[in-house]
C-alpha cells in the first residue's frame, strides 16, 4: 500500500490479480441484476432468448 500524509491512497498489485477481480465482479453483478430481474418478473423463457439470440 502506499501512503500520503499517513493515510493509504493506492495499492499495488499484480495485473492477474487485478483481472481476475474485475471478471469475477463483473460476473456478480451479472448475478445479482439477474436475480433482481426475477423478483421484478422480468423474465422469458428459453425458447424466446433462443430466438433472440438467432439460436436454433
Known sequence: MLTGRGRGVAVVRSLKD???ETEERAF???IVKGMMDL???REI???EAKKRLGLP
Open 18 to 20: 487485478y483481472e481476475e
Open 28 to 30: 456478480m453483478q451479472g
Open 39 to 41: 423478483e421484478e418478473g
Open 45 to 47: 423463457s428459453l425458447s
